[in-house]
């Protein structure tokens, strides 16, 4: 059973960081794109960062470029986002996703909420 298991996520202040983190089973992260999404209340669930299988290629929606940085760690399994700059429009429910190729995720996690207060 495909498991991702996402943490980090609070409440910080316009302007401040946060760090996400999704762990995946061994298998599962070897053999996966890792993406990010979010969704905010009322709204649809939308593609936020995504890393290929070898880490050589990253992908942004253009709200978070230059804000966000995703990572993977192959001997950790577990791959990261990085929020800087953090605004209001960022709070969300933020999931982790694993897929065989990006934009395809066929896994998800159970979400973490990430609150930015002005």
């Known amino acids: 059973q495909v498991q991702l298991v996402e943490s980090g996520g609070g409440l910080v202040q316009t302007g401040g960081s946060l760090r996400l983190s999704c762990a995946a089973s061994?298998?599962?992260?070897?053999?996966?794109?890792m993406g990010w999404f979010r969704q905010a209340p009322g709204k649809e669930r939308e593609f936020v960062a995504a890393?290929?299988?070898?880490?050589?290629?990253?992908y942004y929606a253009n709200s978070v470029k230059g804000r966000f940085t995703v990572s993977r760690d192959n001997a950790k399994n577990t791959v990261s986002l990085q929020m800087n700059s953090l605004n209001v429009e960022d709070t969300a429910v933020y999931y982790c996703?694993?897929?065989?190729?990006?934009?395809?995720?066929?896994?998800w996690g159970q979400g973490t909420q990430v609150t930015v207060s002005s």
């Open positions: 996703a694993a897929g065989k190729t990006h934009p395809r995720y066929d896994y």
């Open positions: 061994e298998r599962t992260f070897n053999a996966s794109a």
């Open positions: 890393i290929n299988l070898s880490g050589l290629s990253t």
